[in-house]
């Protein structure tokens, strides 16, 4: 049986635009959490992105007080901008395509480095099929502590999710597991 969203009284642009909103509602929410714990915690920030193309970047700057612990981010959309700004290693990205896991990890620890900054997030993959991805959509992401590759996971998404709706929830499932770590140390640090 197919359901059409015709038959509960909203047509599909309707649907979209609720789906939207709800998205940003959460959004909203998760990113006031991460700021407070941030800004109590007094510990820094900096992104790595490729396949999310700034987006990252764009919800730290979007925290309140974002100044005081969000040091900055960078995309390397390029294999060349990878290795000539974060330091990965050419023959490795070249083997991969420049995405898989040891690449975000390298990216991850790398703009740690260079921002000085306590955490740090990367992430890289394909946000619409293509050849070098068989057609599928993943993306690898790593996050840092302190100098330490605490995170690292693939996120695989249905190859027909439209490209914006790949980077949109890529970046909402690394900051929902940005939260968790951040809740981990907070938990540490208590006991």
């Not at 909203?28 to 407070?36: E, S, T």
């Not at 925290?63 to 294999?79: C, E, I, P």
């Not at 991805?133 to 302190?146: D, E, M, Q």
């Not at 709706?165 to 770590?181: P, T």
Request: with cysteine; proline share 1%.
């Amino acid at each position: 049986m197919i359901v059409k969203p015709s038959q509960f009284g909203v047509n599909a642009d309707e649907l979209s635009v609720r789906s939207l909103i709800y998205f940003i509602i959460e959004l909203d929410k998760l990113l006031k959490y991460i700021g407070k714990r941030l800004l109590s915690s007094g510990e820094t920030i900096a992104i790595a992105e490729s396949v999310t193309s700034g987006f990252l970047q764009f919800s730290f700057s979007q925290m309140k007080d974002a100044s005081q612990f969000y040091k900055g981010g960078m995309t390397a959309y390029t294999l060349e901008e990878k290795v000539n700004l974060l330091d990965v290693n050419q023959e490795q990205a070249l083997n991969c395509n420049s995405v898989s896991a040891g690449i975000a990890e390298t990216m991850a620890l790398n703009v740690s480095r260079l921002y000085n900054s306590d955490w740090s997030i990367a992430v890289t993959g394909y946000a619409s099929p293509v050849e070098e991805s068989n057609g599928k959509l993943y993306c690898y992401f790593a996050i840092s502590y302190r100098g330490e590759k605490i995170l690292s996971e693939k996120l695989d998404l249905h190859s027909r999710t439209k490209s914006v709706n790949a980077q949109l929830y890529y970046s909402e499932f690394i900051l929902g597991c940005f939260k968790i770590e951040l809740d981990k140390q907070q938990e540490s640090r208590a006991s």
